[in-house]
């Protein structure tokens, strides 16, 4: 069906990944296998925000999936700096879509999760309306009757912005160090498999939230609302390169399977994208490419609308039109 004999759809969001702006030149990816364009990520996330503006039906909202701002930028003072310069290029004002800012390793390496709470990254309500835990980066919203998106915290348990002194962080040790041995725990334990997913730039979703989260999938499924989760980490195998996965990734997978309203699991941190469409629950996971390692003469974002069967997702630039079919 092309765009004109299909009905107006229910309502629309944008999405965008890994922007990791830095005012620095541009470099490489750690196997210095793809070029990394930190400045120029500025632009793209100003090419995405004006075709958000621009468009006959505007996004209601923005998912900004995590990594807005690189970690060079913490060593050259530049954290709050670059964050100032993104959030502005997201725009802000009358008439300007609602972002929804996920947390990914870059912002832990800029902040403390102690800062990030309460900050401008942080979109959730307040703490008080049935979140997780007090400092546990996920909460659930409704755009539009009949639909929710969960914002779940990847790196709630992690070595990355817990105190070391915290409960979070001794589980991520433990966890960490029975399958890594490298003195450089950004260094992956094997060099192929699951298992490369054991290191230091990703994380796990605690006991807390895993509970949370299965509560609010229980609601939604007696409401029969289409959730669709998102997360910085994928958790999907078949949707990532094994060394971006979440720590359990299969304690996620086991909640959705066992729950009903799960349409779509969105995600970023494998910059060169992914998608698969899970064969027992027929959830679509997708892994967005990241703008960061997207060339200054393409794109790197997409705008979704949904309707009561599917959402239809157009891609610009790297990303690709996909429809998703509710399960
Ligand atoms: N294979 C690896 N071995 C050792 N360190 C690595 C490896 N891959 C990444 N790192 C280090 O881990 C950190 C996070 O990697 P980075 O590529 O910046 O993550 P992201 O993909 O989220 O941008 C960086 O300090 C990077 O140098």
Redesign the pocket.
Known sequence: MDDRARPTPLFTFGVIA?I?YADIDDGY???RSRRRHYRSSLQLLGNAQRSWADSAVKPDFILQLG?IV??FNKGHGASERALDTVLGAFGSGPGAAAVHHVW???ELYNFRRSALLGSRLDTAPPRADGGPGADIYAYRFSPFPGFAFVVLDAYDVSLLGREESSEQYRSAMELIRQHNNNE?L???PELYGLQRRF???NGGFGKEQLDWLDSVLSSADEKRERVTIVSHLPVHPSSTDP??LAWNYDELLAIIQSHSSVVCFMAG?D?EGGYCQDKETGVHHLTLEGV?ETPPDSNAFGTVSVYEDRMVLKGSGRIADRVFLFP
Request: proline share 4%; glycine share 8%; hydrophobic share 15%.
């Open positions: 890994d990791q990816n750690y196997t990594d690189d970690g990914g390793n870059h450089d950004n260094c992956p290191t230091m730039f060394i971006c941190h910059h960061i």
